[in-house]
């Protein structure tokens, strides 16, 4: 069984540009989750969507960022424009459900660096 | 809002030696509680879980973990490490009764196996 895949693996910016992070979820999985983990840091949740409609994104600093899940699979998460604040390694996740219970699958996560 | 505290944010050992890693979370509400490894450059992987039943929980690679709910923690234990378990380990919680299948997760420990 194929991963949660993402992509890129590393992106290097500068401030006040803009950025974008791509996710593909294990297959069948209906619920995928965005994650921001800054160095020394647990992840945060950025997003949670099921199918293609957001479920919670009460962290995600709206001003600036945005996702969508076009077709409730492929996932898009976008900076724009870029902080130094926020570089971190994004992280996508996908579950089956929104059953607290199921365990979340991760991706290798992209690294953001912002100059 | 739930928190989680872990305690040591490195914990040094030698190869074949038991480890503790210690997780405190905050609220007395019933919880789900989870714990994940992240191996350098990668995502999260899932050790181990507890959803109810046992206090004693199994999980992948010879890790286990106990739920103590009168002192709201949930450690980690292995009775011999070896260098490959050299990693990072985060310890999350999940609210039962929350709306949502958000995980909160600690700051991490880094668990580093010397020969």
């Known amino acids: 069984e194929a991963g949660v895949a993402q992509s890129p693996r590393y992106k290097i910016i500068e401030k006040r540009q803009s950025v974008a992070f791509w996710c593909n979820p294990i297959?069948?999985?209906?619920?995928l989750y965005w994650y921001q983990q800054i160095l020394g840091q647990g992840p945060k949740l950025l997003i949670q969507?099921?199918?293609?409609?957001?479920?919670?994104d009460s962290q995600l600093p709206k001003d600036r960022f945005s996702a969508e899940r076009l077709k409730g699979v492929d996932s898009t998460l976008k900076i724009q424009p870029a902080k130094l604040e926020d570089s971190a390694v994004y992280l996508c996740?996908?579950?089956?459900?929104?059953?607290?219970?199921?365990?979340?699958?991760f991706g290798p996560g992209t690294r953001l660096t912002v100059l | 809002a739930q928190s989680v505290t872990q305690l040591d944010s490195q914990v040094p050992v030698f190869e074949e030696a038991p480890v503790e890693l210690r997780c405190n979370y905050s609220?007395?509400?019933?919880?789900?509680l989870f714990w994940y490894v992240q191996y350098p450059n990668q995502g999260l992987q899932l050790l181990l879980k507890?959803?109810?039943?046992?206090?004693l929980v199994k999980g992948i690679n010879g890790f286990e973990a106990e739920f103590n709910k009168s002192q709201t923690s949930f450690h980690l234990r292995k009775p011999s490490v070896h260098i490959s378990d050299t990693a990072e380990y985060f310890c999350?919680?999940?609210?039962?009764?929350?709306?949502?299948?958000?995980?909160?997760f600690g700051k991490g420990t880094m668990l580093l196996v010397s020969p």
């Open positions: 969507f099921q199918n293609n409609g957001v479920v919670d």
């Open positions: 507890y959803l109810s039943g046992s206090t």
């Open positions: 996740a996908s579950s089956q459900g929104r059953d607290r219970r199921n365990t979340q699958y």
């Open positions: 999350a919680v999940s609210d039962q009764n929350s709306g949502y299948s958000t995980l909160t």
């Open positions: 297959s069948g999985h209906a619920t």
């Open positions: 609220s007395s509400v019933s919880v789900y």
